[in-house]
């Protein structure tokens, strides 16, 4: 009996062939008429015209849900450490070439290149949370906890790929398709490199695994993660996580805190929702104290 034939008739073998194996019967039929070429005779997992329909949405959520979720969890993470920032800050070894070609520039433009130049420390912090946290390999119920987690584009999310990357470390990418031209940094693992068509999935999967976010100077983007992460602490659809906030004066400047409290939109208890710092090593303080570990 061939080893075919003895897989027959064992109990556990499955029935049915995977979609896999039926998708290459498909394919090796070489029929070819009216029906078998018209898109309707095409198998619907692999008529990707169809896939893209309007009224396939609901099935391409699932999948962007699923897909992240099962490969994360075959590589074994556990938690992650988010951290969001700029694509716009330049790394300490840019930051000097970033003000020479800005001195011919008006003085509007040269004064941002200047603020920008000056917010390079933060890429500088977000590397050494990166490194520092990768470093500790913490490995709880077998699952490895607080892997670097990043939009995966430039700047601040290039630091924390790339933190992690120098210590040796997986690291995670969670890029978006946009008008124009992104791509993963080089320091974000391959195998955890994720791209995605909704926004809303993409801010899903950074907070699904979470168990600390830090958050580093940035725009729009950084902005609206920022709080719609407080938001969902606030009511109650999540449970408190250390959320640490970089920057005191940069975000005191762009968003007045203390006068949403005080207009009463916000309760003053809200502020205590984030935790200020302006080094990696005040952050991993803080994170440390909340779950109890070595600071």
């Keep these: 009996m061939t080893e075919e034939e003895k897989q027959q008739h064992e109990l556990a073998e499955r029935k049915f062939y995977p979609a896999e194996a039926e998708a290459q019967f498909s394919k090796a039929t070489p029929v070819h008429t009216p029906q078998t070429d018209h898109p309707a005779y095409r198998l619907a997992f692999q008529d990707r015209d169809f896939l893209l329909r309007e009224e ?103 630091a924390a790929n790339r933190g992690a990357s120098d210590a040796s470390a997986e690291s995670i990418g969670l890029n978006i398709v946009l008008p124009h031209e992104q791509a993963p940094n080089r320091y974000v693992t391959p195998s955890l490199s994720f791209q995605f068509h909704y926004f809303a999935l993409r801010k899903m999967h950074f ?32 449970r408190p996580i250390p959320v640490i906030l970089f920057g005191r004066d940069f975000w005191n400047k762009v968003v007045n805190f203390e006068a949403l409290a005080d ?33």
């Excluded at 962007?64 to 590589?75: F, G």
């Excluded at 979470?210 to 109650?236: H, M, N, W, Y």
């Excluded at 200020?276 to 600071?295: G, M, N, V």
Aim: with cysteine.
């Design 263 to 295: 207009e009463g939109t916000i309760n003053h208890k809200d502020l205590e929702l984030f935790q200020w710092c302006e080094t990696a090593e005040e952050a991993w303080c803080h994170i440390a104290e909340f779950y109890d570990l070595t600071c």
């Design 207 to 238: 907070l699904l695994r979470a168990r600390a976010v830090a958050v580093f100077p940035g725009g729009f983007g950084t902005l609206d993660e920022f709080l719609e992460l407080l938001t969902l602490i606030q009511t109650g659809k999540m």
């Design 56 to 158: 396939l949405r609901p099935v391409r959520f699932q999948l962007e849900l699923l897909k992240p979720e099962m490969l994360l969890d075959e590589a074994g993470v556990g938690s992650t450490l988010v951290m969001y920032g700029s694509a716009r800050i330049p790394s300490p070894e840019e930051a000097g070439a970033m003000l020479e070609q800005a001195k011919d520039l008006p003085e509007r433009e040269r004064k941002v290149a200047e603020s920008l130049a000056a917010k390079a420390k933060y890429y500088g912090e977000a590397y050494k949370l990166a490194r520092m946290v990768s470093e500790k390999a913490i490995i709880e119920q077998g699952k490895r906890q607080f892997v670097i987690c990043s939009g995966g584009g430039p700047s601040i999310m290039e």
